[in-house]
Structures are given as C-alpha cells and as structure tokens.
C-alpha cells in the first residue's frame, strides 16, 4: 500500500531476475531488464516491461559492464536498480555513480557491500561485533611460500579462499604443502577470473561440519531481525544442492544464539536489506562465522515458505526508507520447506558436471500440491557454456518435514526435462537416503555416501521386476496402438485377437524372459516366476506415464527407443536403458555383428566446455 518506485532496473538475469520482476509486478512497478545478445529471448526479457541489449555473451562484457549499464538507468529513467549481486568489486563503482545520480539501490549501501564483500575485513569485523569466528590467518596471502608457512602454523587441513569470493569460487581444502601451493595457484586464477581480485586468505577447515545460515533484514532506523535458519549443508564443491528450513539440528537456544549474533553484525555493519549470514557448525553445535552475503539468496524461498514473508518485496520497501514492519516476535516458523536446485550437469562426473544443449522438451511439475518452481527458462530455452546451468529452484512445502519431502519426491518425478543431461537423479536420491531423512548430514554427505561417485539408484529386486514388468507393459501398449488408426483398427476384417505376448528384456548385464498377458486395461506380467498387474491409461504421447504396479503408483517417463527394441525410461528417478525383444527376435540377435567401440586411446577429451587457462606440458615429457 505504501508507494515506492515507478520504474526498476534489474542487472540481472536468469531465475533471480524473473523472481524480481513478478514481485515488482504485484507491487505496480514497471521493470527494465538488460541482456546479452545470447539472451535476447530469454524469459526475464520477456517478463520485464521493458529490456535493453548490453553487450555480447561475456558477462564481463554484458551483465557487469558498469558503463553500460549506467548508460540503460540514464536512458530508461529508472528510479533504482536491483543487482542481487555483490561478489564483484566492480559494483562499487557502479554504486558509487548511482548514488552521484540519484538512483536508488536495492540492498545494502556501499559501506556495508565493502566490508562483508571481503572475507578478510568481514573476519575482523565479526570478531569486533563479538560473532564467533573460524581461526586463521587474517591478512591477505602474498604467495604460494607464505601459504605453506601460514598453512603449517594453522595446522593442516586448511581452506584456501578467495577474498572477494562466493558460491564456492576460489575455495580449495589442502591437507599438505604439496596442496597449499596447487591450490593457491587454482584459487587465485578462479578468483581472478570470476571476481576480477585474486587476493586469497586461509583459515582452519573444520572438518565434518554442516552449513547452516541465518537469514536477516534490517531498515535504515536501526532495526534488525532474524528470519530462522537455512540448513544448507548437502554440497558439492562447496556449492548448496539441497537446502531447507528450518534445521533437523539447531535447538531454540542455539536458533536464537545464532540469530542474535547475525543481527549483531548487521548492526554493526548498519546494514539495510536482506542478507544472509553463514556458519559452520560442529557436532557439539558450536558454530562460526563462515560469511555474509549481501544479497538474495539463490535458497531465500524456503525461508518465505515457513515466515510468509515476500523477501523482495520487503527489500524494495526498505530501499525507499520505509521501517520493517515485523518485530522479532512476529518471525514464525510454520511448517517445513525443501529446496532442491536443478542443474543442467551430468550427476555421474564429480556429482555434476555442467551439461550444454537446448531445452527440447521442458515441463515443471507446477500441478503437483505445494510446489513452487522458480525458474528463467522454457522450452527451447539455451544452456550455454556463458553462464551459471542452474535450469530451476525447485521448492516444496509441507506441514512437517516428511510431508514436504514426500512431495519433493513426486514433483521430482513428475519434471520433464529433455535435451540436457541434468541432476534429478543425484537429488531424489539425496532426500530419499536414510541419513538425510534422519537429518544426519554435514557438508562431506555426498562423498561420504558415494565415495566411489555417485552411480544412479541401486534397484531393489522387487524394483527390478516392477520395471521390467513396466517396460515390457509399454511395448505391448506400444505394438496394439500401432494396429490401431485414428482409434480404429487399420484393416477391420483382420483384427488381432492376440493377448499374450513372451518377451525378453536386457537390463544391465542381465536378459530376462518376460511373459506378458493383457487382461482387459491391464495387463498381467510374469517375471521371475512372479506375477504383477500392470495398469495404465498409456498415454503414449504425453512425456508422463502413470503406471500402477500391484497397487503402488509410480510416474515413469519413456526418454527414447529406437525400432531395435532399445528403449531408455526414467524410473524412481534415473534413466535405465532397456531392449525390448520378442522371443524369436532375441533369438536372432545373437547373428547380429557388433559395433565396434571408438579406439580414443590417442584422444584427450575435455569432460566439460571450459577454456584452456594452461599446458603443463610440451612435446617430448613423458606423462
């Protein structure tokens, strides 16, 4: 009800800069989005009311081109401008001219953006406000020779971070000299490459630790409040796959703890917006200061699920001077909320490497209950090798914890995602495991779990046969639908009066004869000697298949097949490939000559697009 701005900027793009928009659209205030020429059909372009080209795909080119960006406020008359960033320095500067200018920023001042921006000052300034902190080394290192002498005086293993770094940017764990000086090399070029700062600090890595974060708000009238916390512990290098609200682990005492000393911070930062403080920590639920990050974060939905609270919004409104409008004895925390990040990344290679292509199929499983999906892409969206291949934040919420994760599960296995390879199978995975169910995690659960990489889900026996029995189900429906035209049979006078069908499916290392009897709607499927009904309404065009197997429902999702009886189906999650053959045919199939497998052995393949920063060899070594 309270007026704020007509006109926003967002220097953004992507999930976060369509999450903006629609609460700019519910607040009535008209939105400007800039994008590269790669982006000009992206969603958040669309979404805006109005959008300016700023440059080519290079982010460094584009989405942080300060004068560039400057020139569009100028142009548009943009009363602010939300940037949701502020891990680049180069913001300052842009913050700097806006202040010269009269726009208004969302989020916190430059003073605030500056000091918890840079780990090492932000160290000093946590430890001022008497905030818990993690010991080490607090100037910045000057060389890989000082880092082994800092490393040794902490005492081994260390965390080598990036100053200016974030979203686990320049962050490497070392556990001899050896390491220290390999990875103050790494860490300074990523955080050279992505920050434009390569300083580096290093501190004691506190093993076995879980990642928990305290979301804050604060006003320009000193007010400050503690919106409960984020666990946020399942990781993979040092990047949140999992989040939810509130903590299996944290206790009101250390809730409130926690909370009071994020508040404390942001107090004596003065700062104004939301931001997020994190913490490590411990076994004994001892916690320290990990970092503050002074924008939106990627996992805030999880926190308005349990408080109610419209984050965005309530940055606007501070922006423009008004005073929160909650004390801390409004903040509750009801129900359980679950948020999963879904990554266009191959979860068989270092739990995600990133995958590119076009989205050819993209549906969000927006009809189950309770799911909220925040997402910058559609069908025939590009995911390009330019920027971050986070495809959606995918937010389930539920009375209670198992509430929310039974939906989770559902939703995940209701998300059609076709075109790239992506993580869905790593995450259902993850909220399914006994120990993460119990809430037993900390940051090393993905390894600790799959200390061999992860390999998909390891089908029970009774599993195995309901897919068999499935697949086999689909290929019958598949061969009486292609007797059929327009829902008639193709030459009447010749109907197929056949119900049965004996099959052989091979499924890993193992072929399995499969027996298949149709029985009206349904179909009766031998398999292993035992018998399963098999119910459908095979939908054959849509990319979802309800299937019911002995009375247990289960959604699958046909991938592809191919006219050799190949076949590749998602089933609790991971894509199994399958080969489908009559009796006769698989009979045959043994005459069948083998393809040949590429001879790579002189080929050196990159595992992922990247751009080659070294050769550490040259003609002659021997590797």
Request: glycine letters at 6%; aromatic letters at 6%; proline letters at 4%.
């Amino acid at each position: 009800s309270h007026q704020t701005f007509e006109k926003l900027l967002i220097a953004n793009r992507g999930e976060i800069a369509c999450r903006v928009i629609k609460t700019c659209k519910k607040m009535g205030i008209k939105t400007v989005a800039i994008h590269s020429d790669v982006d000009a059909n992206a969603v958040h372009v669309k979404m805006a009311d109005e959008s300016v080209c700023v440059g080519p795909a290079p982010t460094s080119k584009s989405y942080l081109n300060m004068d560039a960006i400057m020139e569009v406020i100028r142009k548009t008359r943009a009363q602010a401008v939300s940037l949701n960033e502020s891990i680049c320095c180069s913001f300052l500067s842009l913050l700097c001219l806006q202040a010269s200018e009269g726009v208004t920023f969302i989020g916190p001042d430059t003073h605030a953006i500056q000091a918890m921006g840079d780990k090492i000052e932000s160290k000093l300034l946590a430890k001022n406000a008497k905030v818990n902190t993690i010991p080490g080394f607090d100037g910045v290192v000057k060389d890989a020779d000082e880092a082994v002498r800092i490393a040794r005086e902490i005492g081994y293993p260390v965390m080598i971070k990036a100053s200016a770094g974030g979203g686990g940017k320049g962050m490497r764990i070392a556990w001899d000299d050896e390491e220290t000086r390999e990875g103050f090399r790494f860490s300074s070029q990523e955080a050279a490459s992505s920050f434009g700062d390569d300083r580096l600090l290093i501190e004691k890595f506190i093993d076995n630790p879980r990642h928990i974060e305290i979301q804050i708000l604060a006003d320009k009238h000193g007010n400050a409040l503690w919106l409960n916390e984020r666990e946020c512990s399942i990781q993979r290098r040092n990047q949140k796959v999992v989040e939810e609200a509130p903590s299996t682990f944290l206790d009101p005492e250390t809730r409130r703890a926690m909370g009071e000393q994020a508040v404390a911070l942001a107090k004596a930062v003065k700062y104004s917006s939301a931001g997020t403080v994190e913490f490590l920590v411990d076994s004994s639920k001892n916690f320290y200061f990990l970092e503050m990050n002074t924008r939106l974060q990627v996992e805030h939905p999880v926190t308005e699920c349990i408080t109610g609270l419209d984050l965005v919004q309530e940055m606007i409104r501070v922006a423009k001077g008004y005073p929160l409008r909650h004390k801390q004895a409004d903040i509750p925390i009801n129900g359980w909320a679950v948020e999963c990040r879904v990554y266009a990344e191959d979860p068989y290679k270092s739990f995600g490497l990133p995958s590119i292509g076009k989205l050819s199929q993209y549906q969000e499983p927006l009809h189950v209950p309770s799911v909220r999906v925040d997402s910058g892409i559609q069908q025939g969206s590009d995911i390009s090798i330019y920027y971050d291949p986070m495809i959606s934040k995918l937010i389930t919420y539920g009375s209670n914890r198992a509430e929310a994760l039974k939906r989770m599960e559902e939703a995940l296995d209701n998300y059609v995602i076709r075109g790239v390879s992506h993580n869905i199978s790593l995450l259902r995975e993850v909220i399914i495991h006994p120990r993460f169910v119990q809430g037993d995690i900390s940051t090393k659960f993905l390894p600790e779990v799959y200390p061999d990489g992860f390999k998909g889900h390891k089908l029970t026996d009774l599993e195995r046969r309901e897919l068999l029995a499935t697949a086999a189900s689909l290929y019958v429906a598949e061969q009486l639908r292609s007797q059929r035209f327009l829902g008639t049979p193709r030459i009447p006078i010749a109907e197929s009066k056949r119900r049965s069908w004996e099959l052989s499916v091979c499924l890993g290392d193992g072929i399995y004869p499969v027996a298949v009897l149709k029985d009206g709607s349904s179909f009766s499927v031998e398999v292993d000697g035992m018998k399963l009904n098999v119910t459908s309404e095979w939908n054959l065009a849509s990319p979802l298949l309800s299937v019911t197997i002995d009375g247990t429902q289960r959604t699958i999702q046909r991938i592809s097949r191919n006219a050799s009886g190949e076949t590749s189906i998602q089933f609790l999650g991971t894509v199994y490939k399958l080969q489908i053959l009559t009796k006769v045919a698989a009979e045959l199939s043994k005459y069948m000559p083998e393809k040949a497998e590429e001879d790579t052995s002189s080929i050196l393949r990159s595992p992922m697009p990247g751009t080659v920063v070294a050769v550490s060899v040259k003609p002659g070594d021997k590797v």
